[in-house]
């Protein structure tokens, strides 16, 4: 302390020392480098060359005596060249070495700020010992680097005059010098030491360097925050330094003690005009300052300020990254993303008969949530978030992860104008997702079956790896082509597919029958061992009679090729193997375990199905099987207690091999592609008998290449083309009308998709019925190149609401009338306004009034009548036994399905139905009745499609008719269908499951009728006939004592074993190709409402010339 003391003059002060060090510096630096470049400018002028003398090209020379251009040797590069390119590249963060550097300067120049701070509580000069100041050592070390770095910086620039001149150099000048003064003086002064707070201005620039920043709204953000504390910053230092010194010409007797704290506080009430007034400058000097400051900080704040607050509030709320959860998976959900595309999805994918759904599903769309999606969300708040962002942005995907997602899932807009735009947008989504990730599972909605061909061009697209189309033309159209054969099977499906809650009634009537059926679905179980050996139709019989399970198909593998092949209903040639997935409707997932927990020992005696569970035997293993192990879609790991068990699925969850595909559906097997040769044909058939034997000709073309549709040769639209005279004159009995009300610019609707159900090769040529187009002509041409291959197809130009023109193709006598909505549908107009075209004229058919008493004699002998008919009429008493034409005295007994765009609109098809506007779609009576179809109904299939694999392989095949992944591709090439020869292996394609329905009435099953049991009934006709039933089409009003009874049916899916049977009830059955029970006593025809006797027509009418 006396060294101190003797050395240092405490009173006396020298803070002129310490600024004239660093105006010396900088002015001595700035004259040196305007001399610099004085005498820089003079050495050139002095050297330069005569005018009249022309410099020659450094990089060529020409020798005059020949002529000839030589390139002279390149420069070399001088030492203070290569010291400045490397100084440049060190600090431009070029190099892992010179990001360090430049972050290692900017957080020594925070630690510098830091040390300010803390010496502000201090007098602004006072004597010290270097060796006992740790704040004031560290702070020397500090200006080392800086001024190295300085150095560096120096040697870098290409104009030294600017260099000197600019901000950062300006604070090394008034901050780095004074240090070393200070250690000389031993003297400590606080002086402007706070300029260091202005080296937060390159906090963006940081930040960029280490790729933080990347969008310009951050990087303006980031700008202004820091500018605006910088300033903020340095202005209180500057206050804090001349207020507790004094004004220098009082000799410093007028200071003011301030704390820094103090100034900030000072500083912010200035720049936002407040001015409480408690705090305030009283030297000459700092109220010099603040003068200038309001001006400057007035300006400043009212422009950064509410720039900031507005990129703060711009910022997106759902623009972070999804943070994977430990043990959960997740998918992403893209495309098109509204209220009710994502209520509808969440409603079927989080269905509490999923179980536990371990799944957390990411929302992927370019546009902020509305109040009602996000509201939404909030509900599902714990396994749903939202990314605002596009799948065409490789950022976006990244923020999602999406390379970890168990699945991608993009939904279409199903009510867009233009169909093509639509799918060509999501094949771009299928794009961009493919080439960021292209090993990740893609389920696609596209509106067009044409466009499908499109995503064979994707190298990475691959349904052998679980990548999936869902053509929302194709099924919709299946649909209703398979009502067409199979009135209310639409309906059916619907409801298997969907996940749909049970809804108790306690009143006797048909809504409680129907919506029994409603809450089944389908689900995938393996079989018990105690099924190997049996012939599926004697599993089937046990799962149904004992199990109360419908088994309807199984999985068929190939260990060897590790393809996959679903084979609906097959007959008794085969037999379960061991390991066997079957496909099954129940109610619950909890039901289905008991196909696989089920054991003849232990549960030979029960009786009631609910006991059937795991017992003894399975834990010792010996007799059940051991199921292979199976990945589960919901994201758990459900492990049994079997040692041997090591993961399965209850909710039909099924996952592809790496190497595994699906075969389409039910496709016939040769002994030679069975994967084990040891097995029996399936469904192989035998000799070729009666209609088999002529169409065995090589040298006709019957059927397409694969053998799975009927196939003519190309004709011309104008011999496919009926007037009305000509129509009305050929009597068209027992077909299917077609009412299309597009117009020649209205997108395209697929009719292929139509047809091709209708035209399936598992029917006989004889059974065919025949489609009559009713619409604009024009619109017809367009499609026509998809339809000129297909039989029995005619064409009649004019219009659906024209009643001559539904009398002239006969509308009372179809088996089916099918009311096709436009797609050219506006999303500007009224929703119940979409439909009107196919409303009006739904209620135009029904009130139409036709003179066929014939009909009605016919019709009655088939049992069609609905209750409550006088019940006089009978075959014996027909004019004609041989009448095979039926018909409809009133316009709503015409069998009639209607295409709806909004569901809401259900409500105006039915007159009689007490359906609240409000009630589900499939709650409604035309829906329960088969006779009105939504593309809205198609929803579920994403959800069911990510959770079984097999899932759309099986529904497609149920509803298209056979269509496979090879007719696809023959079908991308543009030219249409080809034909191919009647040989053994195409006809052999022809043996595969069909939907039937069959009457109660005066058929196999009419012992059953009058209060016969639905469990017996099905054990009889798989016994029998091979017949798999499924479902009642049962008229509405059967069990009610009514005067006037209704005609309409309603379906009931899957009863219960003790469901009592009417007389009048049809039953929906699969049926084999080769096993007709109705041959008895009528063909195939039968199965509709019609109930007609095909089998027994020789003479069809034909057309009168």
């Known amino acids: 302390m006396d060294t101190m003391d003797a050395n240092c003059n405490q009173k006396e002060r020298m803070w002129w020392a310490f600024l004239t060090s660093s105006f010396v510096t900088f002015v001595g630096g700035l004259v040196c480098i305007l001399l610099w470049r004085l005498g820089a400018w003079l050495f050139c002028r002095v050297a330069e060359k005569p005018a009249e003398v022309v410099a020659q090209s450094p990089s060529a020379t020409k020798m005059q005596d020949t002529g000839v251009f030589v390139k002279s040797p390149d420069p070399e590069i001088g030492w203070m060249t290569a010291v400045k390119d490397w100084a440049g590249v060190l600090i431009s963060a070029q190099t892992v070495t010179g990001r360090i550097l430049v972050v290692l300067v900017f957080l020594l120049s925070l ?34 680097i800086f001024l190295l770095y300085f150095g560096l910086r120096f040697i870098a620039a290409n104009d030294k005059l600017w260099f000197w001149l600019e901000l950062n150099s300006l604070v090394d000048f008034f901050t780095v010098p004074p240090v070393f003064v200070s250690v000389y003086l031993n003297r400590s002064y606080l002086g402007l030491r706070f300029l260091r707070a202005l080296r937060l201005i390159q906090f963006s620039e940081i930040l960029q360097f280490l790729n933080v920043l990347k969008t310009s709204n951050s990087i303006k953000l980031v700008t202004l925050l820091s500018t605006f504390f910088s300033t903020w910053l340095t202005a209180a230092g500057f206050i804090h330094l001349v207020e507790n010194s004094g004004d220098p010409w009082l000799d410093f007797t007028n200071k003011h003690p301030m704390s820094y704290w ?76 509204t209220f009710d595309s994502a209520s509808n999805f969440l409603k079927d994918f989080l269905h509490k008969d999923r179980d536990d759904v371990n799944v957390q599903i990411v929302f992927l769309h370019p546009l902020p949530p509305n109040l009602q999606l996000e509201a939404l969300l909030k509900r599902h708040f714990t396994q749903v978030e939202f990314f605002e962002g596009s799948v065409l942005n490789a950022g976006d995907l990244a923020r999602v992860k999406i390379e970890d997602a168990d699945a991608c899932l993009i939904i279409a807009n199903k009510y867009c104008n233009n169909p093509d735009a639509e799918d060509a947008a999501n094949i771009m989504r299928v794009i961009s997702i493919k080439n960021y990730c292209s090993h990740v599972r893609l389920i696609i909605q596209m509106m067009q079956y044409h466009n499908k061909a499109y995503l064979l061009n994707i190298p990475s697209w691959n349904w052998k790896e ?146 059937i569970k795991k017992c003894k035997c399975m834990q010792e293993g010996p007799t059940q099987v051991v199921a292979p192990t199976k990945k589960k879609r919901n994201g758990n790991s459900n492990e049994l207690d079997s040692p041997k068990r090591n993961i399965r699925n209850f909710h039909g969850m099924t996952s592809r091999g790496k190497k595994g595909r699906v075969i389409p559906v039910s496709l016939p097997i040769s002994p030679s592609r069975l994967p084990d040769s040891s097995l029996p044909p399936i469904n192989s058939p035998s000799l070729p008998n009666n209609d088999e034997a002529r169409d065995l000709d090589c040298d006709t073309k019957k059927y397409d290449s694969t053998g799975m549709f ?35 610019d209205s997108p395209l609707i697929g009719l292929r998709n139509l047809v091709m159900p209708l035209r399936a090769s598992n029917f006989s040529y004889h059974e065919l019925k025949t489609i009559v187009l009713l619409g604009d002509l024009d619109y017809i041409k367009r499609e026509w190149d998809m ?17 001559a023109d539904l009398r002239a193709v006969n509308v009372n006598l179809c088996d089916m009338c099918v009311i096709l909505s436009p797609n050219n549908q506006s999303q500007e107009q009224d929703p119940c306004l979409q439909d009107k ?84 779609l499939y709650l409604t009576q035309p829906f329960a009745c088969g006779t009105a179809f939504t593309i809205s109904v198609l929803d579920s299939l994403m959800s069911a499609t990510y959770f079984n694999d097999n899932a759309l392989t099986l529904i497609r095949t149920l509803i298209t008719g056979g269509a496979t992944h090879e007719l696809e591709q023959i079908l991308a090439e543009g030219s249409g269908m080809r034909g191919g020869y009647s040989t053994p292996e195409t006809l052999r394609n022809r ?21 016969g049991c639905y469990g017996d009934l099905f054990v009889s006709a798989l016994k029998s006939y091979n017949l798999l039933a499924f479902g009642i089409y049962r008229f509405r009003d059967a069990e009610c004592n009514t005067k006037n009874p209704s005609s309409k049916r309603y ?17 929906f059955c699969l049926q084999q190709f080769d096993r007709n029970p109705m041959d008895m006593r009528s063909n195939s025809f039968s199965q509709s409402q019609s109930h007609l006797m095909r089998g027994k027509q020789k003479n069809r009418p034909t057309k009168k010339k």
């Open 466 to 611: 679980g990548d999936d189309v869902i053509c929302l033309a194709e099924l919709k159209l299946g649909f209703i082509a398979q009502s067409c054969l199979a009135p209310g099977f639409s309906t059916v499906m619907a409801n298997l597919f969907a996940m749909r809650s049970t809804v108790l009634m306690e009143e006797d009537s048909w809504q409680k029958h129907y919506l029994g059926g409603v809450a089944a679905e389908m689900y995938t179980e393996y079989l018990s061992s105690a099924f190997t050996g049996m012939s599926f139709p004697q599993v089937s019989e046990v799962c149904f009679a004992k199990l109360r399970l419908l088994l309807i198909a199984i999985e068929l593998k190939d260990h060897n090729t590790k393809d996959k092949q679903i084979l609906i209903n097959p007959n008794s040639s085969y037999h379960i193997k061991e390991g066997t997935l079957g496909f099954f409707i129940a109610q619950s997932a909890k039901e289905v375990r008991r196909a696989y927990f089920y054991c003849k020992q232990c549960h030979g005696d029960i009786k009631q199905p609910d006991k």
């Open 837 to 920: 075209e196919a409303i009006l004229c739904s209620l135009n058919i029904k009130s139409m009034q036709f003179d066929d008493s014939i009909g009605l004699l016919q019709a009655n002998s088939q049992g069609f009548l609905p209750p409550g008919f006088n019940n006089a009429f009978s075959p014996a008493s027909s004019p004609d036994n041989n009448v095979s034409r039926r018909g409809s005295t009133m316009g709503s007994n015409v069998p009639m399905i209607t295409e709806l765009v909004n569901d809401g609109n259900v409500q105006f098809l039915d007159q009689d139905d007490d359906d609240d506007p409000d009630t589900e």
């Open 111 to 144: 630690g510098a700020l830091v040390v300010y701070l803390l010496n502000s509580s201090d007098q602004i000069e006072k004597c010290i010992v270097f060796s006992q100041e740790t704040l004031l050592q560290v702070d020397f070390g500090f200006n080392i």
């Open 710 to 744: 009927h196939w003519c040769p190309s004709r011309d639209q104008e011999k496919a083309i009926l007037s009305r005279n000509e129509a009305a004159m050929s009597v068209l009995s027992g077909h299917v009308v077609v009412c299309i009300f597009s117009t020649a």
């Open 1051 to 1067: 379906v009931i899916t899957n009863p219960p074993y003790e469901f009592k049977l009417c007389t009048t009830d049809m039953i």
């Open 787 to 803: 339809l000129c291959n297909f039989p029995k197809v005619a064409v009649l130009p004019g219009s659906p609401m024209c009643r």
């Open 991 to 1011: 043996d595969r499951c069909k939907v039937a329905q069959i009457p109660m009435m005066d058929g196999p099953f009419q012992a059953f009728g009058n209060g």
């Open 262 to 337: 103090e100034c900030l506080y000072l500083m912010m009430v200035t720049m936002s005009t407040v001015g409480y007034g408690d705090i305030f400058a009283t030297t000459s000097l700092g109220r010099a300052f603040m003068v200038v400051f309001i001006l400057g900080g007035l300006a400043m704040f009212a422009s950064c300020v509410p720039e900031i607050i507005e990129l703060i509030g711009s910022r997106k709320k759902y623009g972070g990254s999804y943070s994977a959860i430990s043990g959960r998976k997740h998918i992403i959900v893209c495309g098109h993303i």
